[in-house]
Nanobody, 116 residues
Framework: QVQLVESGGGLVQPGGSLRLSCAASGFAFSNYAMRWFRQASGKERELVAFISSYGYTTNYAGAVKGRFTISRDNAKNTVYLQMDSLKSEDTAVYYC?????????WGKGTLVTVSS
């Protein structure tokens, strides 16, 4: 079955960096686009970044453009989110997502807290 396992979250000061990872299994990873979403406390889940199946196309939410970078390693079945110049408003649970056969699959998320 499809499994997505996020890691790399934690507490970081404003202006700092973190790299999130999402290890995927149970499907042909290199055939599918991948997405990172986030959900802050009391808010709707929002799309942060998208990467196409071979990584040729990436897209970002306006709030993170120029600060976050999505990438993937198809040999390792892993997608990454490099987050730089972090702000307090980036505090959220970050989720990895794949849309496969009209179904959405999610990991359990990893918490990122940006605070001094």
């Amino acid at each position: 079955q499809v499994q997505l396992v996020e890691s790399g979250g934690g507490l970081v000061q404003p202006g700092g960096s973190l790299r999130l990872s999402c290890a995927a299994s149970g499907f042909a990873f290199s055939n599918y686009a991948m997405r990172w979403f986030r959900q802050a406390s009391g808010k709707e889940r929002e799309l942060v970044a998208f990467i196409s199946s071979y990584g040729y196309t990436t897209n970002y939410a306006g709030a993170v453009k120029g600060r976050f970078t999505i990438s993937r390693d198809n040999a390792k079945n892993t997608v990454y989110l490099q987050m730089d110049s972090l702000k307090s408003e980036d505090t959220a649970v970050y989720y990895c997502n794949v849309q496969r056969l009209s179904a959405n699959y999610w990991g359990k998320g990893t918490l990122v807290t940006v605070s001094s």
